[in-house]
């Protein structure tokens, strides 16, 4: 017997999102700034968030979640500094967290005064482990907390809707992937029938995975019922937040989209919580790769690596998909032969990109194809003649590379690490001209 369990299946006898694929990029918004910066051993200062938020415009993103201005004065003041500076574009939009707390949402109402467009987030946890072991609460308890909340934020809109400010209101029942479906869309009705949107007013549902407990497709299954039960569904924009628990934030995230969600939630490289947030580079650059534009221009992945690696002390590794070094680079003989020979029918006809090894062309985010020629016992002909060409002008005939591939190759197995080209040459040397 095990202390682990399933996560129990959601009834979904209809379901549509595994015969759907996707047409259209989603909503994005970044919550670098928030759970980003929340998980840094380290937090941003203001000048390190001002240089990400900067860079995040430069991205594309519409929608950028600048933090949680209630639980810091760094925070607060962050607000305050992007507001007065006029640092956020006419069609930026700055979302704040907020617990649904009086004191915290009067102080996020206060830092966002004079803002253009504004989303209030507004969450409060709802699985069962949350209700029982945190709160010490029960179902209705837990509801009467997220409606006072969504009270309390409707009675202060007028202080910003009077300076002209819009607000959108979003709320996230945190923890929704470990709560029962039917308890998630109650408690997501009772906060939408206090704020009342309206399919030209709509509100944001973010449904978040903020633990990985299950497959992604039982989080797909999560998200179809959700669009296909709650109330009034034309009027929310449904929302996707993913953490990587169990490395699947990426998969959860694209099948949400495909069960039917609006909007995704994430960071740049994954930095968030524990394992990370979504890493909303792969699945822009997955959207771009199917031929769909993601609306978000990765076209400097080097600058933005910078950036991120500068603002949050944090590394993108060798094998991230799409930023890390070695992505696209090929060790193995056999693979740059295949990549050759693709490149060469690529600049040939221009048309669709079938490059054998290489997803998509590095060219379109400022990288390069680079290949790295080892020899070592796992390398076949190609290697051996090209070190021997390219370091010492040694143009082996095709005969002769048959014939001494398979030799070196031997003589490499036989001391069991990568050799140099000047040994290759010696090897070639004994071989052809001391016999
Ligand atoms: O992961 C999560 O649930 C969150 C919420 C506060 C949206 O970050
Ligand atoms: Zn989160």
Redesign the pocket.
């Known amino acids: 017997s095990s202390k682990y369990q399933p996560f129990p299946l959601v009834s979904l006898p209809n379901r549509q999102w595994p015969t759907r694929h996707l047409t259209q990029a989603p909503l994005w918004c970044s919550v670098d700034l928030r759970?980003g910066n929340q998980a840094l051993a380290v937090p941003m200062n203001v000048s390190q968030k001002l240089e990400m938020f900067d860079a995040l415009v430069k991205c594309g993103f519409k929608e950028i979640e600048v933090g949680f201005p209630s639980a810091s004065n760094t925070e607060f003041n962050f607000n305050r500094r992007l507001i007065e500076e006029n640092r956020i574009p006419e069609d930026v939009t700055i979302q704040c967290?907020v617990q649904a707390r009086e004191d915290l949402i009067e102080r996020t109402v206060e830092s966002l005064l004079g803002a253009k467009k504004v989303v209030i987030h507004m969450?409060n946890s709802t699985s069962p482990a949350q209700r029982k072991y945190v709160f010490g609460k029960t179902k209705e308890e837990i509801i009467a907390i997220a409606i006072k909340g969504a009270q309390m934020i409707k009675d202060r809109l007028h202080r910003l809707e009077e300076t002209g400010t819009q607000v959108t209101l979003q709320y996230?029942p945190?923890?929704f992937s470990a709560t029962e479906v039917e308890f998630a869309k109650e408690i997501s009705e009772a906060v939408m029938d206090v704020w009342q949107p309206t399919p030209q007013k709509k509100m944001i549902l973010?449904l978040?995975d903020?633990v990985e407990v299950a497959m992604p497709n039982v989080y797909a299954d999560q998200i179809e019922w959700i669009c296909t039960h709650i109330k009034n569904r034309e009027s929310l924009i449904i929302s996707l937040?993913t953490?990587n628990d169990r490395g699947t934030g990426t998969a959860a995230t694209e099948l949400g989209l495909l069960a039917g969600a609006d909007r995704v939630e994430g960071t740049l490289f994954g930095n968030g919580e524990r394992t990370g947030n979504l890493d909303i580079v792969q699945v822009a650059m997955n959207l771009y790769m199917h031929g769909i534009s993601p609306g978000l221009d990765f076209s400097d992945m080097n600058g933005l690596i910078r950036m991120y690696e500068h603002t949050t002390g944090m590394t993108v590794p060798p094998r991230q998909p799409y930023a890390g070094e070695l992505v696209f680079t090929a060790f193995s003989g056999s693979h740059q032969d295949a990549i050759k020979k693709g490149l060469t029918g690529y600049e040939e006809h221009k048309t669709i990109w079938d490059v054998p090894y290489l997803t998509i062309d590095p060219n379109d985010i400022g990288r390069e194809y680079h290949e790295v020629i080892r020899v070592n016992s796992q390398s076949g002909k190609g290697g051996v003649a090209y070190l021997l060409e390219s370091e010492f002008g040694i143009e082996l005939p095709k005969d002769m590379q048959r014939e001494f591939g398979p030799i070196a190759n031997n003589l490499v197995d036989s001391l069991g690490r990568e050799v140099k080209a000047a040994e290759l040459r010696d090897m070639f040397w004994k071989e052809y001209i001391e016999r």
């Open positions: 759970d967290l969450y996230s945190e923890s973010n978040p903020t937040h953490h």
